[in-house]
């Protein structure tokens, strides 16, 4: 916007305008803060009446997550003494640490099967996107249609063929089967995105290459790839976050082994009842994560969330 | 398209070296790039769709192994658009999706419009406000939970501040006419901030000349946000009130975690629902030409939708 | 972890030199709810590892996700569980669709004899068709919906004299169902200890089996019956009969007036909290709860008693407990039938009940001193003596979905009246028994 333009907003204009969103920000970060701050109460303090909002800091909800814990006899405590702060925090409800939860593990297959799935989304999109971008394919812009089309299919829809497919081959609540299936809801984004970004680099240098002598192959890796890192990057990240957050193919899919966190942390319960603590402590550490990425994405967003229809 | 420099190039060059260029054809390497992403893409999604179809006509059900599957004809779609209970889901899920698009239009364009406005530090508090959108919607519909409790939630208890109303006196998740709007909330607390995206790229590309124009044609400040703004942000609007009534009519982790459809079945969205009667009751069968009616409706909708959006770009 | 896993083998190496002759130590794993007693179970494990040589695994699911999770690996022939506590209700579909191993042979080899086990048990965990001498499991968990109480604010003479005025009765444990509202409703509001508490918690949740199992609590004693006559799946005029049509109207008044605010959707856990946290007077739940809630540092000990579910046209009590059985797709048979048993054993059992599982042995439950081990032993065998299921069916899950949105409809969302909800159920289970090909 030019400096001079006609209607170029008032300082007046800008200063009740940035108050406004700054309060709704600072409204809509509310309940994220509160849940973050949940994470350090007590049980007691998390479910007191008024909510507290100034309380004294624990890491209990912390050391419920990662562990699990039993009740112990008065006898068998005086015995043996704490072995570690956690352990001292268990021991004011008579329980001892008999070893990790399962949120460790949980947490893990997350990691393997997001980064797992967006490598390969990744990878078979780039391929895809580059022959899109500079082959003529023939019915091209009806393939491409077809590869979006399958994103606004509601995952139930197929969901019941997959469980039976997987049941017969015996992907079900594994990591590849899983990866695959992350994959394959993913890549429609993945190409869409990366054409997007492979349009945009100029044709001249791969021919400039191809007249040097490059192969194609040699053309695509050496002189493409690093061009258009930044958008395989974004696209990466974008189809991580999509896996990172699934939860309906995991609630249906998986059990003990290939189970993802987000089936997993609101099941987190204590001895009798919810653990709220635990729970909030379980999100704040699945959501950090996003949220970092949100922030090194900002540029792309926009373009990532409308699956490159809108560019800015 | 690239080729005809490409020919060029290959024309020029004497044949061996012609080969090393291209090394495979330029064909080939197209399908080798092309084919696993289209391979994947049918064996998990549309042969599901199509075994989906083929179920849909039948009465198997996927717990029981070796029990005989007969064709029934359409027998499970009549059932299903007969079905009283199954009309009142699909009112939930409209009133879901015409509230959450509503609200989200309406606040996301507004913060559109007032980021616009470019202040200091606009991009910075436009990041905080995406982050929301951004989360595990399972998660989300878990923690809200935790802040709709009666008593011990933070919704309460702030509504309570500002009205005077005992904290324990309500039950965003219990009550018959208010779980309806607590998912709504959510939902709008989540997904505005898309609508908000898209409405900011709208409002950045219109440019400054045609506004200059307006003033010289002295039209008034009303008129040219009616006649200016309105209509050039129209279209990325539409994009944005699709996909959210896509993802929508979709929703299911959100809503499950929040209310889990209760109470009673006033928050039962279809695709709660439909996961009820195909993986808890089994039907198999029946859930599949659930799905299809499903599936064929937002598809159908959706189709009507782009004819209309098509047609407001092209003005 | 680590450290576990080498005291397993160090233990598996003493014992293949000692019993030379057994098979080659394997790795199991035994999937059940996430609960106390499951916690006891692993406690008592540890006794068969050092024993057989075999390492235990545990996969243990909180209760809303249980069924879904357990069915859904059953369904889909996974090899997650060599062994399975499930509940009472699948043992239909278990059988009928292959999951579970049939144990007769095993029972007869091993000369485990059913008889050794209480018989209510016996019929509702292992046997299927219902009655007849198939077995499919070993009842692992005797279990019924029972009910605690502040035994010191029923012993507050201010409470009890408040009490007197307002009713005319003295404060006790309640005799009937009707009294169990009276109790319920005048602590409902009440300030104690400068605390507003409520009544009682009971079921109501809906996704899973919650308030199901929270109404036939009241519908039982009425005398709700499932069938005219069993096996004959002719329901009009029993599932809808004016005693249970009044025993859901209880119910429901139960619900409205004196329940604490927000228990809309409330199972096990938010029972245990409402108790715990001090918010209500009485709570219902399983017994399997009732050590843990004994052992409790702030409302355990003194300030806690338990009571059976009151009777009112008869005394019936909810079925809750599983059997344990052994998973067809199992690679690993051998050795989770050598656990069953070990299992089965007497001693075992004693110590399964002294860690706070719930024998279902008659050595454990006809022992004289069995009454007095534990406060709620007694209200136990009396709960067990009349104790009633759901439906069994292999198609239970489709009927009980059908009962938590009837019931819950009606409840909770106050949608229609009692008999037209229990018509509606009366449909609802007839197509599906048509389905079914039983009708």
């Known amino acids: 916007m030019s400096a001079h333009a006609i209607n170029a907003p008032t300082n007046r204009q800008k200063w009740v305008a940035g108050t406004l969103v700054i309060v709704y920000a600072l409204v809509t970060m509310i309940p994220l803060a509160w849940i973050m701050l949940t994470g350090f109460k007590s049980p ?54 008999v070893g990790p939860s399962k949120f460790g593990e949980r947490f893990l297959n997350s990691v393997i099967i997001g980064f797992g799935s967006t490598f390969l989304s990744v990878f078979l999109g780039t391929l895809a996107a580059y022959a899109f971008s500079r082959f003529k394919i023939p019915l091209a812009d009806d393939l491409l249609f077809f590869i979006l089309s399958t994103r606004m299919m509601p995952p139930i829809a197929v969901a019941i063929p997959i469980f039976l497919m997987y049941r017969n081959l015996g992907l079900s609540d594994t990591h590849l089967g899983m990866i695959l299936l992350y994959t394959a809801v993913n890549i429609s984004l993945a190409v869409w995105l990366l054409k997007g970004f492979i349009d945009e680099i100029p044709r001249e240098y ?8 490059y192969t194609r192959f040699q053309a695509f890796y050496k002189v493409v790839l690093p061009q258009a890192a930044t958008g395989i990057a974004s696209t990466a990240i974008f189809c991580l976050i999509f896996a990172w957050n699934e939860y309906a193919f995991a609630v249906l899919l998986t059990t003990a082994n290939a189970q993802t966190a987000p089936p997993f942390i609101p099941t987190i319960i204590g001895i009798g009842g919810l653990d709220w603590p635990a729970i909030a402590a379980g999100v704040t550490i699945f959501l950090l994560p996003v949220m970092i990425f949100t922030i090194l994405l900002r540029k792309h967003l926009l373009r990532g969330i409308t699956f490159g229809a809108v560019r800015k | 398209m690239s080729d005809g420099t490409m020919d060029r190039v290959a024309k020029a060059t004497p044949r061996r070296v012609a080969r090393k260029i291209r090394g495979l054809s330029d064909r080939a390497i197209a399908w080798i790039f092309v084919a696993p992403t289209i391979f994947l893409l049918l064996a998990i999604n549309i042969f599901p769709l199509i075994w989906t179809i083929q179920l849909s006509f ?15 004809g359409f027998r499970n779609y009549e059932r299903i658009l007969t079905d009283s209970d199954i009309w009142l889901n699909m009112q939930a899920t409209a009133h879901f999706l015409f509230w959450t698009i509503f609200f989200q239009v309406l606040i996301g364009f507004t913060l559109a419009y007032l980021i616009n406005k470019n202040f200091r530090g606009s991009p910075f508090w436009t990041t905080v406000i995406v982050l929301p959108m951004m989360l595990s919607p399972a998660v989300v519909g878990n923690f809200w939970k935790f802040l709709y409790q009666p008593q011990i939630g933070l919704f309460n208890y702030i509504v309570s501040f500002f009205t005077g109303k005992d904290p324990s006196s309500f039950e965003m998740l219990g009550q018959v006419n208010l779980a309806p709007w607590s998912i709504v909330i959510v939902d709008t607390w989540m997904w505005t901030p898309f609508v908000m995206l898209i409405c900011l790229a709208g409002l950045r590309s219109i440019p400054d000349y045609i ?105 | 972890m680590k450290t576990k896993r080498t005291a397993a083998i160090v233990a598996a190496l003493t014992a293949s030199v000692s019993l030379p002759s057994l098979a080659a ?44 999770r357990m069915l859904n690996e059953l369904n889909s022939g996974g090899k997650l569980c060599d062994l399975l506590i499930g509940d ?49 499991a070993l009842p692992a968990m005797g279990d019924a919906n029972g009910w605690f109480y502040r035994a010191d604010w029923f012993a507050d003479p201010e409470i009890q004299a408040a009490y007197k005025e307002a009713t005319g009765e003295d404060l006790r444990e309640p005799q009937s169902q009707k009294e169990l509202l009276q109790i319920a409703q005048f602590f409902q509001g009440r300030e104690i200890d400068g605390k507003t508490v409520y009544g009682a918690a009971i079921f109501t949740e809906r996704g899973s089996e919650g308030i199901t199992m929270g109404v036939t609590s009241a519908l039982y004693p009425w005398g709700f019956k499932y069938e ?17 049509v009044e025993a859901l109207e209880f119910y429901k008044e139960f619900y409205e007036t004196a329940t604490p605010p927000g228990y809309t959707n409330s199972y096990m856990g938010e029972s245990l909290d409402a108790f715990k946290s001090g918010q209500v007077a009485m709570a219902m739940n399983w017994f399997a709860f009732f050590p843990g809630l004994y052992a409790d540092p702030a409302t355990g000990g003194d300030k806690i008693d338990f009571f059976v579910n009151p009777p009112q046209n008869q005394a019936a009590s909810t079925l809750g407990g599983q059997g344990i059985s052994v998973v067809a797709y199992s690679d690993k048979q051998d050795a989770a039938l050598e656990y069953i048993k070990w299992f089965a054993q007497p001693d075992v059992q004693a110590k399964w009940w002294e860690l706070g599982g719930y024998s279902a042995h008659n050595s454990v439950l006809q022992d004289p001193g069995f009454v007095d081990s534990q406060p709620f032993a007694g209200d136990f065998l009396e709960a067990m003596d009349a104790v009633q299921d759901f439906w069994q069916e292999p198609a239970y899950a489709e009927l009980l979905l059908a009962m938590q949105k009837r019931i819950h409809d009606y409840v909770v969302a106050d949608q229609g009246t009692a008999q037209e909800a229990l018509d509606k159920l009366i449909e609802d289970w007839t197509e599906t028994f048509e389905d079914e090909g039983k009708l």
């Open chain 3, 25 to 68: 130590a394997e790795d199991l794993t035994l999937c059940w709810a996430a609960w106390d007693p499951a916690n006891a179970l692993v406690e008592l494990s540890k006794e068969f590892e050092a024993q057989s040589g075999h390492t235990m695994n545990f996969e243990f699911v909180p209760w809303p996700n249980f069924a879904d």
């Open chain 2, 58 to 72: 039948t009465n198997y059900r996927a717990n029981r192994i070796g029990r005989e599957v007969k064709n029934i």
């Open chain 1, 206 to 213: 791969e021919e400039a290459a191809l007249i040097d002598g």
């Open chain 1, 44 to 97: 007691a303090d998390a479910i007191s009446y008024p909510p507290k909002v100034v309380f004294e800091p624990t890491l209990e909800g912390y050391v419920n997550l990662f562990t699990t814990r039993t009740r112990q006899t008065q006898e068998f405590l005086d015995a043996n003494p704490p072995e570690n702060w956690a352990d001292e925090i268990v021991r004011q409800y008579d329980m001892v640490i």
């Open chain 3, 228 to 244: 005219n006559t069993p096996g004959s799946y002719d329901m009009e005029g029993a599932v809808n009969s004016p005693e249970a």
């Open chain 2, 211 to 315: 506004y200059e124009a307006a003033e010289i044609d002295r039209a008034s400040k009303l008129r040219q946000f009616f006649t200016i703004t309105i209509p050039m942000v129209l279209p990325f609007l539409m994009l944005a009130v699709l996909f959210r009534g896509i993802e929508n009519f979709k929703m299911f982790d959100l809503v499950v975690q929040l209310t889990g459809g209760g109470p009673g079945s006033t928050t039962e969205l279809t695709s709660i629902n439909l996961k009820r009667e195909a993986f808890e009751k089994w039907r198999t069968g029946y859930a599949s030409a659930y799905a299809i009616i499903l599936f064929v409706t937002v598809f159908g909708l959706a189709s009507i939708y782009v004819k209309a959006l098509n047609k407001v770009k092209e003005r």
């Open chain 3, 88 to 136: 009472s209700q699948w043992i239909g579909g278990g059988a009928e669709n292959g999951h579970y191993v049939k144990l007769n042979d095993f029972f007869d080899a091993e000369g485990i004899s059913m008889d050794d086990f209480a018989p209510a048990t016996v019929y509702a965990y292992s046997t299927w068709p219902k009655g007849t001498p198939n077995y499919y």
